[in-house]
């Protein structure tokens, strides 16, 4: 492990088992291996390399991969380290360079700030896949806000509240704290991806569209009798 001068600051050395518990170990593998091979990612076109994906040649896509596992993953060692920090000491154990004021590059601050979006979309697909369990309490928690609390004839601001609250504690969670505009509206695309595809396979959304469609069929007990004879 190279030197890591910001991240031994904060009191952590890194080893080889350091990402151990996390959904990708970037350490398990050489420094040659494409980590967008790693069979938890190749089957994800976010993870592919295009040319010109990160506006610079400064930044490979090994290197924004790293960043991502120790900045969004639940079993980083920098998890518990306050936002800021843990963002500075994702982006050194990534590779990301600075000058000698310790400023990093501007394309390097567009990647870190979420100003790209190809690279937006690499970040939630990655939390989506280490989340699994609380993206779909996420998606759900969402419906149940839109559909049930805000539409309910006995709402209150309290219950209001408190469901608001616990989507956005769970948003916070999924998307580690960043607090970016551009992240939060990716990651809502895909609870709205995630919502279109639960009304098309549970069968509650097939009723609630059959009968849309067909408002005037009213199953009745005569109906039911006249067809048995």
Same mark, same amino acid.
């Given at each position: ?10 009191? &952590?050395?890194? =080893?080889?088992?350091? +990402?151990?518990?996390c959904? #990708? ?7 040659? +291996? ?6 938890? &990612?190749?089957? @994800?076109?976010? *993870? ?7 506006? =610079? =040649?400064?930044? =490979?896509?090994?290197m924004?991969?790293k960043?991502? #596992?120790?900045m *969004?993953d639940?079993?980083s060692? +920098? ?8 963002? $500075? ?6 590779? *990301? ?19 790209m979006?190809? $690279? ?7 939390? &989506? ?5 609380? *993206?779909?309490?996420? #998606?759900?928690?969402?419906i ?13 601001a ?5 469901? !608001?609250?616990? !989507? ?19 990651? @809502? ?9 639960i ?17 005037? $069929? $009213? ?11």
């Amino acid at each position: 492990m190279r030197e890591l001068p910001y991240i031994e600051k904060q009191g &952590l050395r890194l =080893t080889e088992k350091s +990402f151990e518990l996390c959904y #990708v170990n970037p350490e398990a593998y050489a420094e040659t +291996f494409k980590l967008s091979t790693h069979p938890n &990612l190749r089957d @994800w076109i976010e *993870f592919e390399h295009v040319p010109g994906k990160y506006e =610079t =040649t400064e930044i =490979t896509n090994n290197m924004a991969i790293k960043y991502i #596992v120790g900045m *969004f993953d639940m079993g980083s060692p +920098f998890r518990k380290l306050p936002y800021e920090i843990r963002k $500075v000491c994702a982006a050194e154990y990534a590779g *990301f360079k600075t000058n000698d004021a310790g400023i990093f590059p501007e394309k390097t601050q567009r990647f870190l700030n979420c100003e790209m979006p190809q $690279v937006n979309s690499m970040i939630i697909r990655y939390a &989506l896949l280490s989340n699994g369990i609380k *993206f779909s309490t996420f #998606v759900r928690a969402s419906i149940i806000y839109h559909e049930k609390t805000l539409m309910s004839d006995k709402v209150t601001a309290k219950t209001v509240t408190e469901d !608001l609250n616990l !989507l956005l504690a769970l948003e916070r969670e999924i998307l580690s704290d960043e607090n970016s505009k551009n992240l939060k509206t990716e990651l @809502w695309k895909k609870v709205t991806d995630e919502e279109k595809r639960i009304r098309d396979i549970r069968p509650e959304y097939m009723a609630e569209k059959y009968f849309a469609k067909y408002p005037q $069929v $009213v199953i009745t007990s005569e109906a039911i009798r006249s067809e048995e004879v």
